[in-house]
């Protein structure tokens, strides 16, 4: 048991490292090919936030362990919303965007509610190749959407919020010495080599502990490995909230969501159909109903206040205490 928590701890600082890795690299050896930072900033960096789940879900996917993929993205979605979210709030009051209030909160509550449907309506307990497909349509057109809204901004605030997008991925904004392609090229490289591994690490080491405490696989995915491999959100939104960068902070965990739902979620299905566990149902619901309490703040208040972030932190303890007890 000792080895498999040393093993789930390391799989997991590979996750977070690697995703950092790859789109450091990745944007470097971008930039190097004449891509315009405002291409780089909505693609790589959204979707390289999200690189951890990705890497857990396509793994348990793989290995036929459905509630943990399912269950990784539905546990995560509520992990930014409501302790994230929460945590931030409680540090600095957040204002929130008009684009983020008009556009990015209805899409996500939008997608939540269609991820209920295809689960349990359309085709009940199963993500099959046709929702997969679908999912995987929204994700292209979403980043088309993304770019197309962005670009209707003048070209130097359009790169300006690029460029704030790119400094999303480290902590420490000291100035650093360009690298060459070559070092970008293998940074980019291990950084995905270790997303992959340490994604393999923590699925085969989190189904051994599950095993060994009679956990589910599905109390896993929604606690442990959700909180885990959201840990690159929560280090950018609390280092956003505390320099009082308002959009980064709840821009990164709302476009996290969206990309969680329709291209992980959309990815993984297409690998191998997802059965879903009617248990989990109430946890949809719960990532639906998170978003949507955000949407209504956002619409009788123009900012996410302290008292915002105490009630939806007292919300996630109050859920992650039943979901304890429902195991």
Same mark, same amino acid.
């Given at each position: 048991m000792f080895i498999n928590i040393l093993l789930l701890v390391i799989g997991l600082v590979l996750l977070v490292k690697g995703a950092d890795f790859f789109v450091d690299g990745s944007s470097k050896i971008a930039k190097a090919l004449k891509i315009p930072p405002l291409i780089i900033g909505?693609?790589?960096?959204? &979707?390289g936030t999200s690189a951890p789940e990705a890497s857990v879900s396509i793994n348990s996917s793989i290995s036929g362990m459905?509630?943990?993929?399912?269950?990784?993205?539905?546990?995560s979605n509520i992990f930014n919303t409501l302790l994230i979210l929460g945590i931030s709030a409680l540090i600095c009051p957040l204002v929130i965007g008009k684009d983020i209030k008009k556009y990015d909160l209805p899409i996500v509550v939008g997608l939540s509610l269609i991820l209920l449907i295809f689960s349990f309506v359309i085709s009940p307990?199963?993500?099959d190749i046709f929702e997969s497909i679908s999912l995987l349509i929204l994700t292209i057109s979403y980043i088309l959407f993304l770019i197309a809204r962005t670009t209707k901004l003048s070209k130097r605030k359009a790169n300006k919020m690029a460029k704030e997008l790119l400094n999303e991925t480290t902590i420490?904004?000291?100035?650093?010495?360009?690298?060459? &392609?070559?070092?970008?090229i293998i940074l980019a490289v291990i950084g995905l080599t270790g997303v992959i591994f340490g994604g393999n690490l923590v699925v085969n080491n989190v189904s051994s502990i599950a095993k060994a405490l009679g956990m589910s696989e599905a109390l896993v995915g929604l606690t442990i490995v959700a909180v885990g491999t959201s840990l690159p959100e929560l280090v950018t939104s609390v280092v956003a909230s505390v320099k009082k960068e308002n959009e980064i902070a709840i821009g990164n965990v709302i476009g996290s969501n969206i990309f969680n739902i329709i291209?992980?979620?959309g990815l993984s299905s297409t690998i191998s159909t997802l059965s879903i566990s009617p248990n989990i149902v109430i946890d949809m619901i719960i990532?639906?109903?998170?978003v949507l309490i955000i949407l209504l703040?956002?619409?009788f208040s123009k900012k996410l206040n302290r008292y915002h972030g105490a009630l939806l932190l007292g919300i996630y303890i109050i859920y992650f205490i039943y979901i304890i007890i429902r195991n």
């Open positions: 909505l693609t790589l960096v959204s &979707l459905n509630d943990m993929s399912i269950g990784n993205v539905v546990g307990y199963e993500l420490n904004n000291k100035k650093k010495k360009e690298k060459p &392609l070559w070092l970008s291209f992980i979620l990532m639906l109903l998170s703040i956002s619409l």
